[in-house]
Each structure stands twice: as C-alpha cells, then as structure tokens.
C-alpha cells in the first residue's frame, strides 16, 4: 500500500502470485470497493485502506458520512476497518490535509505494532520450531511486516525457524498464493498443505505450534479469524500443541463479550462450487474460543487467559528484535 499525490496504490492481492498488478485508486468508492470485492485483505491493511478512502473522499469533496457509510459497509467481520474509521472521526476540522495526516498515522501505528509483536518472538518459539499457520497475515494483510507471519519472520531472524507450515486455506487459497509468495520470496524454509493435511501433519510430530492472525478479538479472548482457524485449535488441543493469535490491539473489539455477538461475513456459493448450481454454506471466518488459545500476543505484550485487554501490559519476556522498543 503506497500513498503518493493524492492517489492510493495497491497491490492487488486477487492477482498474486501470477502477477504484480498495482492499483491506482482515486475515489473512495474505488477504495470500497478494492476491500469488497478481495484486492486488499487482511484486517489490518482493510483498515488502513479505508482510512485513506476517507481521505480520497475529502479530497474529491464527497460528503463525509455517506463516505463513512458505504466504506464501513464494504466488509463486516474484521473490526479494524470499524476501528479505522472511528480514529478519521476523531478529525475535527476536516481538511484533506488533516485526514491525511490521520490516516498516515494510522498506517505507522500499525507498522509500529507489527514490529512489537514480531519482537515477541522468542515468548512463544523456540530452536529448531516447526511452525503451522493459516490465511495470510503478512505483509500483504497489515501495514508492516505482518502479525502471525511478523512472528514467524523474527524466528526466521533469530536462527529459531526450522520451517512453517501453510494451509492452503479454502475457498480463496490465501495460505497456498499470498503466504506462499511471501515466505519464497524471502527465503524461508515452507511447505503448503491442504487445509485437512492439518491433523495428520500433527499427528506425526510435525508441528511444534500454530500461529494465527485475527479478524475480531472480544473481551474474553475469543477470536474470529479465516475459515478454519478453530478447527486449528481444536486439533493442537487434542495433539497438546500451543495455538497463538497475533494481532494488534486494533483487531480487540472490548465492546462485544463472546464470539458468538461476531458477525461473520457470508460469501457467495461460486467459490466453493465454481459455478456449479449446488446450495453452499461459505462462512468466510470462525471463531476460536479464547479457551482454545494459550496465548494472544498484541504490541502491547503477551496475553493469558483470563484475558483484560483493558489495562496496558508489559511483556512478559524482553523483546529480541532490532525493533522500536
Ligand atoms: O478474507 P481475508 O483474506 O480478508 O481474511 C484474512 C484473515 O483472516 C487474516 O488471517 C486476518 O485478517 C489476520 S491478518 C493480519
């Protein structure tokens, strides 16, 4: 994501990895409709995409709530886009100018947040980890280095990183195209797997632990992340394996209690038949309980149950990185 001379440019993720296509959006309606219709994904990136809709509608003199409104509506499940646009509300007088400067300062707090929680590497990998993950949530999905991949790029870092593990992540294969494509471009050791590889990759002792991203973290720690996340939970529970989430505090939503109050996003019947005229249900998220997760890192430290994202926490280990302290 680039923002230059009034224009927001954006690597369309529906054509990696065949090609390196950037979009080039001018409008807010172009913005809304780059995170409905999958060009920008991954709760982060959606939320800084949006903030810089609001600036693309203060520029183009559109009406600011209507604006709002037709963004918000692009995607309901991950709250970081709902989060990103409450912080351009917080602009009083509202110039191009000052949105602008609300959404940059959006966009490195994200940066900032994603090289936090990679500094928090070390409190959950160890030497030599075999890691398995799902979905995308590197740089393609945040603002930064990423959030469970920003971990994973630290134990690359550190020497710890035997190798990861990739679901291919059905319907839409963000694991098998975006993830895959970031972990060989860098160099890092990876295998992808069919998502129902999973449980027989655990079962032989392949897997150390699963790391995750999130769409929507609630009070009690449950969390809504890419289809098939739970199912995740649910096998390293029964393998005695840890699940992580790694998320930013703009993916913790305190105003709702338990998962169940999470609305998740419904897609259409063609990704999963192909055009085949046999009825689907296509949840795009599931919600892990936060029962199920040993620990949530966000920038501001790792979290346990019970989880109190209210109070600021300190990290429970010294950060390894040559990140921002
Ligand atoms: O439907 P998507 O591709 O937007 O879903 C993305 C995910 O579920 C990611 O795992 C999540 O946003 C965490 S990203 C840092």
């Not at 990895?17 to 060009?39: F, G, K, N, S, Y």
């Not at 959006?106 to 947040?113: N, P, Q, R």
């Not at 195209?177 to 060989?184: D, F, I, S, V």
Request: charged share 20%; net charge negative.
């Amino acid at each position: 994501m680039r923002w230059e001379d009034g224009v927001l440019h954006l690597l369309d993720q529906r054509e990696i990895p065949e090609r390196e296509v950037w979009l080039e959006l001018r409008t807010w309606q172009e913005v809304r409709d780059a995170i409905r219709d999958m060009a920008v994904r991954g709760a982060p990136a959606i939320g800084a995409a949006a903030a810089y809709g609001m600036v693309l509608a203060a520029l183009g003199n559109s009406d600011r709530s209507e604006a709002r409104a037709g963004l918000a509506a692009s995607r309901p499940t991950a709250v970081n886009l709902f989060w990103a646009l409450d912080r351009m509300d917080e602009v009083q007088l509202w110039t191009s100018e000052a949105a602008l400067a609300k959404a940059q300062a959006i966009e490195l707090a994200e940066v900032d947040s994603n090289a936090r929680m990679a500094s928090l590497a070390s409190s959950i990998g160890k030497p030599g980890c075999r890691v398995l993950t799902i979905c995308n949530t590197g740089a393609l999905a945040t603002p930064g280095v990423g959030t469970a991949l920003g971990v994973i790029r630290e134990l690359r870092r550190l020497g710890w990183l035997e190798r990861v593990y990739s679901c291919e992540t059905r319907p839409r294969q963000q694991g098998l195209k975006l993830t895959a494509w970031e972990l060989h471009k860098e160099g890092i050791p990876f295998r992808s797997i069919v998502d129902s590889a999973a449980a027989s990759l655990m079962a032989q002792g392949q897997v150390d632990f699963v790391v995750a991203g999130a769409d929507r973290i609630v009070a009690n720690g449950d969390s809504a992340n890419k289809i098939g996340t739970y199912m995740l939970a649910v096998l390293a529970q029964h393998h005695g394996l840890p699940f992580y989430i790694v998320a930013p505090s703009s993916t913790v939503d305190p105003a709702l209690q338990t998962g169940a109050q999470i609305e998740i996003e419904e897609r259409e019947a063609s990704e999963i038949t192909g055009g085949l005229p046999f009825p689907v249900w296509n949840p795009g998220f599931d919600v892990t309980p936060g029962g199920l997760i040993t620990g949530i890192v966000t920038e501001r430290g790792l979290y346990r149950a019970p989880y109190d994202f209210a109070a600021p926490k300190e990290p429970d280990i010294v950060p390894t990185g040559d990140y921002p302290a």
